[in-house]
Nanobody
Framework: VQLVESGGDLVQPGGSLRLSCAAS????????MTWYRQAPGQERELVAG????????NYADSVKDRFTISRDNAKNTVYLQMNTLKPEDTAVYYC????????????WGKGTLVTVAS
């Protein structure tokens, strides 16, 4: 089982990035997917999630109207489009998968670093 994040980079405030998380080794379409982030010295926090059924999304208040989560089950990939980035968005972004019916089945990626600075 693997979750591999990519797309992290250094970007200026106000810029955009798209993160990707490629999944393998499990039936991606049956898993709810979530992006978390962890800033230096901070606890890991939920950024955005998308369900396996219906593609229902939810967002942290701090990223609403700026970030968009989406998934492509044919490509076993979940995305996070991040717009109007702020310095406080600087963090390592992690991909998390949990089975929609059996919550004990869960996996984490190793993260990708996003740095927002001028």
């Amino acid at each position: 089982v693997q979750l591999v994040e990519s797309g992290g980079d250094l970007v200026q405030p106000g810029g955009s990035l798209r993160l990707s998380c490629a999944a393998s080794g499990f039936t991606f379409s049956t898993y709810d997917m979530t992006w978390y982030r962890q800033a230096p010295g901070q606890e890991r926090e939920l950024v955005a999630g998308i369900t396996s059924v219906g593609g229902i999304t939810n967002y942290a208040d701090s990223v609403k109207d700026r970030f968009t989560i989406s998934r492509d089950n044919a490509k076993n990939t979940v995305y996070l489009q991040m717009n109007t980035l702020k310095p406080e968005d600087t963090a390592v972004y992690y991909c998390y998968a949990v089975h929609r019916g059996f919550r004990a089945l869960q996996y984490w990626g190793k993260g990708t670093l996003v740095t927002v600075a001028s």
